[in-house]
């Protein structure tokens, strides 16, 4: 006769299911052996836990803290301070702002897509013209392929530990499009307004999910964010299109932005992981604080699903899009 057993286990954070074939065993009368043998046949490992996996379908986002142990963030931040000391401001003194995006979208931003530039934040010059502070202070991010041409910030993204939290969270086969370092300076650091993922990263179905660390502590006075839990079952708003160097933000939706009412602030500690849905609306208020909040973001999408050609960052196959192995 043979039984089959569905067994699991919980233990350090992490969920296992296994299934096993019992069966009575032909040696069964041998001296101190059981009258029955079990075959393990199958093994799922789960990064997240059942309530993790139910929280972030329901409300659409997750915070895993403790995700990056300190020595992580340390050299990710290491390597972003260089990264800015080697930045000639005379390449450019383009600006991040989500005011107007597709106007504010110039040459330099356009051919961030695929490679490694550094943007200033909004508020960064004086009247005159001239840094109102040192550059290191006055960056608002950089972007957007670190993931793949940095070897600190490959090292940090290519995690068999993001790999499983992307599966559990439904992306079969991840694919990076785009990664952030977001430096929210201290009292300049920009607010980023109400807007959705998948506005920038469409596809057919929209898979898209934002993978945020925190590599520093995010807190309410230094501009954490925000987010509209449940937000994702509702409509995309808008699009980013880009046809060559064209860029046009197509409105799809009406519906209103969060408010004060519904809207929930995350402070997540220094190692967190904050995980997204592409259509969950996110704010970021401005940091007016003395303190920064330096975060890194990554963009993913199931290569199951159909990425539009009028995305804004493509790739071919002399850079191709990797996920997380």
Known sequence: ???????????????????????????????????????????????????????????????????????????????????????DPAESRAIFTT???????????????????????????????RLKQSKALSINK????????????????????LAAVARDLGLAQPQIWQSMYIFKQPGIGGEVRWHQDATF?????ISVTTFWFALEDATLDNGCLWVEPGGHRGPLRERFLREGDAITMEKLDGTPWPDDSTAV?????????????????????????????????????????AYSPRNWIQRDASLPVRGFE
């Open 201 to 205: 990263f469409d596809s057919t179905p």
């Open 99 to 129: 005011r107007d995006q597709a106007r504010a979208s110039d040459a330099w931003f356009l051919g961030s897509d695929n490679t490694v530039r550094c943007f200033f934040e909004e508020e960064a010059f004086g009247p005159d013209g």
């Open 265 to 305: 602030p995350l402070e997540a500690k220094a190692g967190s992981l904050v995980c997204f849905h592409g259509l969950l609306p996110h704010y970021s208020a401005p940091n007016r604080s003395a303190v920064s909040r330096h975060a890194f973001t990554l963009h993913v999408t199931d290569g199951r699903t």
């Open 1 to 87: 006769m043979i039984y089959c057993v569905a067994i699991i286990a919980i233990g350090n954070g992490r969920e296992h299911t296994s299934a096993y074939v019992v069966a009575l065993s032909a040696q069964s009368t041998a001296p101190g052996r059981l009258p029955y043998h079990v075959n393990r046949i199958t093994n799922e490992e789960f990064m997240l836990t059942t309530a993790q996996r139910a929280h972030y379908r329901r409300d659409g986002y997750i915070v895993i803290p403790d995700f990056k142990p300190a020595d992580e963030l340390a050299r990710l931040r290491q390597r972003a301070e260089a990264i800015v000391d080697a930045f």
């Open 142 to 161: 950089i972007g957007h392929a670190m993931h793949d041409l940095d070897p600190v910030f490959e090292a940090f993204t290519r995690d068999a530990k």
